[in-house]
């Protein structure tokens, strides 16, 4: 099976060098890369270290080697005499003597906040080997990107440490790599990273506050190829950064973008990554729109007193019949809180059995569950809902959601839908016009497509229309080491994006204040969800 991967291998033969013709090592295998059709060839300075003695036979006879090289993307350029040309780069990352081509892997990587996911992948099959998963050593300065920010501000030394607990987490994730499958991914010819527009600045030593600040101007949104070594990630082959189309459209959108080429498509299609923030694109072949903005972090469950992220003992999974609750939780433990898809699965079914209504209000007769408690905060009672009695939680106290808990969420779920409606606005398209759409983010993985409809987070869409992808940065990247011709899609991509400010736009505060209802204030473009309530005699519709 031909794979026209990014990196690749090829088989040559050297012989031994004549006094009568003393061409260099390097010159010597030009040649021969040449007559196999090879241009514009570079040797950066490690592997020119490695050639000799190795590549300089003792006897007349020739010896096979094996030359990686990984290939860069296309560049025009202006010739002598006015003309364009095209100029592809092919970088020679090693030389081995043998033939060494049966063994030829590639890394991808989805560069987060949090974590940090390493894919090994055999460039010869296209066959994904072996997946881990890294905590995010940034996280010791600050949980949240901004407080990284600001460390960033002191100055260069602080912008160091950043980048050397980014290339400890790097260094781990290959250590674990070898570990698990006896490959050294310092082997590899090449590595694609894939993550935000910070992220990628504390990769690179640069001021992320150019990302956050007026007039958000980055200081690259496209860094391309680089050296490992350049990068000091302990990798001695070539690490090509996905681009970002803006500060808040980082590389990680434009990966997953490349994982479904929504540019090539005749249908109109969303896709929305959504997490502590969200970043949505719009479009088809014909156009590209995106925008992005902050869901917050109740999607992680970071709202509420008992809110967890998904991990043992989070309840994830929520239902209700009439006045009785029930649920699951991550392991089957006692619960210790509930993590985002949990929230959301409350939230729609206390919607539909009347617990709470469109505003979202707790409704203390519809079950003995909602009750009073006090609220240190504001020093006052307010209502909340139990979900866990103290005798069944891990915590030995009762597990509960309060009406503000409630009204945050609704803010949160109320940015994410204002987010599509605005870039739907900015296009002038109609829900009806909409193809298909595609999900990603690790809360689409878990959340109830339909408890998130039910509380008006996504479009009341023909459910055949959604498409949740487990991991599009990560997927994105892998596709690009598989096919080195996708980084003209990249070209493209980065060319057709056009990002909107949806805060900027005229109608933004009416449209915001219309969703935060459960699921809107426009119940005929939630008909699926008037139907369940109609169905369940909890709402009566004209």
């Known amino acids: 099976m031909y794979l026209n991967t990014l990196s690749e291998k090829i088989l040559i033969s050297l012989g031994y060098i004549e006094e009568n013709e003393p061409v260099s090592d390097q010159m010597r295998i030009e040649r021969v890369m040449k007559e ?47 003309e364009k040309a095209i100029w592809r780069e092919v970088v020679v990352t090693d030389v081995e003597e043998g033939d060494t081509r049966g063994s030829h892997y590639g890394i991808a990587v989805d560069y987060g906040s949090t974590t940090v996911l390493f894919q090994l992948m055999n460039l010869n099959t296209g066959e994904s080997v072996y997946i881990c998963r890294e905590v995010n050593l940034q996280r010791q300065f600050g949980a949240d990107i901004l407080t990284r920010i600001i460390h960033g501000l002191g100055g260069p030394d602080q912008r160091r440490e950043l980048h050397d607990v980014t290339a400890e987490t790097f260094r781990n994730g290959f250590q674990n790599i070898q570990k698990h499958t006896g490959i050294d991914p310092r082997s590899c010819p090449a590595m694609v990273i894939s993550g935000n527009t910070t992220m990628i600045h504390f990769l690179l030593e640069l001021d992320a506050w150019t990302v956050f600040s007026s007039p958000y101007a980055p ?52 896709f929305f990554d959504i997490g502590t923030n969200g970043e949505l694109v719009l479009g088809n072949k014909e156009f590209l729109i995106a925008g992005a903005g902050a869901a917050g972090p109740a999607l992680e469950g970071d ?12 309840i994830d999974t929520v239902t209700i019949e009439g006045r009785k609750l029930y649920y699951t939780t991550i392991g089957q433990k006692n619960p210790l809180g509930i993590c985002g ?82 870039l739907l606005e900015a296009a002038g398209i109609t829900e009806e016009e909409i193809g298909h759409m595609y999900l990603s983010g690790a809360f689409c993985n878990y959340a109830n497509l339909e408890s998130a409809v039910t509380i008006g987070m996504f479009p009341d869409l023909d459910r055949s229309k959604y498409t949740v992808l487990p991991n599009s940065s990560l997927e994105g990247a892998g596709t690009l ?62």
């Open 303 to 314: 709202i509420s007193k008992y809110g967890t992220l998904a991990k043992t003992g989070a």
């Open 219 to 270: 200081v690259t949104t496209n860094p391309g190829f680089h050296s490992g070594e350049e990068l000091r990630l302990d990798f001695p082959g070539q690490v090509y950064i996905m681009p970002s189309a803006s500060n808040y459209i980082g590389g990680d959108i434009i990966s997953g973008l490349l994982t479904i080429d929504l540019h090539k498509k005749e249908e109109i299609g969303v």
């Open 36 to 82: 196999k059709g090879y241009e514009n060839i570079v040797f950066p300075l490690k592997t020119l270290r490695k050639l000799y003695p190795l590549t300089r036979p003792e006897t007349g006879e020739s010896r096979e080697y094996t030359v990686s090289l990984v290939h860069k993307e296309e560049k025009c350029i202006m010739t002598a005499g006015g």
């Open 481 to 542: 080491l598989l096919d080195r011709s996708r980084l003209e899609d990249i070209r493209l991509l980065m060319e057709q994006i056009y990002c909107v400010q949806f805060a900027s736009m005229p109608d933004f505060m009416i449209l915001m204040q219309a969703a935060k209802f459960i699921p809107h204030t426009d119940m005929t473009r939630y008909p699926s969800v008037a139907k369940r309530l109609q169905e369940m005699n909890r709402v009566k519709f004209q």
């Open 341 to 422: 898809s949990g929230i959301i699965d409350l939230l729609a079914q206390m919607r539909l059995n009347g617990w709470i209504d469109i505003a979202g209000k707790l409704d203390p007769a519809a079950s003995d569950r909602i009750t009073l408690r006090y609220n240190e905060e504001k020093q006052t009672e307010e209502l909340v809902v139990v979900y866990a009695w103290a005798d069944e939680s891990a915590l030995g106290e009762d597990l509960y959601f309060s009406q503000t808990d409630i009204e945050q969420y609704i803010e949160t779920k109320a940015a994410a839908h204002i987010m599509i409606d605005c």
